[in-house]
């Protein structure tokens, strides 16, 4: 009769990880929950503030164009008659109608959102005021949807620190943007999840996403509780 052959260490972790292999694949990826985090360009995760879905009308307080100082805004994007703006993460739409009203009729606002519901306040309220030059796309967590080299500047109003995938985000922008087009960020500093996002975090994934740092002016939006308003370019493309 044959007697077992007794197993070394060696053996008994080899079988142990093997089991514990093919429990993994068994198991699968984990998955995140929607808006919990953020890949980043070296493809970690961070915190994501949940994308707001309340009220729409508190976005309209009064001062806040003062607060703000809105058209120096418009003014450093290069935001004028004729110009094709997009607004992503539009929310009530208060910077849309101001943008729209900006470019004249001759020019054109794309209002950028992922809430249908934003999209449809934005709808009546364009109609309200008259502004035919204002167009809603429902955008992706990862791609604001626009046509292609269809817009002159960009602005981010308080809503990258809810973006999901903002590298892949403002990746596939750079197909939308003309030449010399200029990309805001207007945010405060966070931890992700707190409403805020830090400076140095979206100058990183910014960079990642392929755009260099044209400008920052942080005094014009501090007095509305924000600290920082980052221009963008596009990296000019190496040969």
Request: charged residues 25%; aromatic residues 6%.
């Amino acid at each position: 009769m044959l007697l077992p052959m007794k197993r070394g260490p060696a053996a008994i972790w080899r079988k142990t990880a093997a089991c514990l292999l093919w429990l993994a694949l068994l198991a699968g990826p984990a998955t995140l929950a929607p808006g919990q985090s953020a890949t980043t360009g070296t493809g970690q995760q961070r915190k994501t503030s949940t994308p707001y879905t309340g009220d729409l009308t508190i976005f309209d307080y009064p001062e806040r164009e003062q607060k703000l100082h809105i058209n120096q805004v418009m003014d450093l994007l290069g935001i004028g008659p004729g110009k094709a703006v997009a607004d992503i993460g539009a929310g009530s739409g208060w910077f849309t109608v101001r943008a729209a009203k900006r470019v004249t009729p001759a020019g054109q606002v794309y209002a950028v959102e992922i809430n249908p519901e934003a999209i449809d306040y934005i709808k009546q309220r364009a109609k309200k005021e008259g502004l035919s030059n204002i167009t809603t796309l429902l955008g992706k967590a990862d791609d604001p949807t626009l046509p292609p080299a269809s817009v002159d500047a960009v602005l981010l109003l308080k809503t990258y620190h809810e973006v999901a995938q903002p590298v892949e985000l403002m990746r596939n922008l750079r197909g939308a943007l003309r030449s010399g087009a200029r990309v805001g960020v207007i945010d405060r500093n966070g931890n992700g999840e707190n409403h805020g996002v830090a400076k140095d975090v979206v100058l990183s994934e910014m960079s990642s996403a392929g755009y260099q740092l044209l400008e920052e002016r942080d005094n014009l939006v501090k007095d509305d509780k924000m600290d920082y308003f980052l221009i963008f370019e596009q990296k000019p493309l190496v040969h």
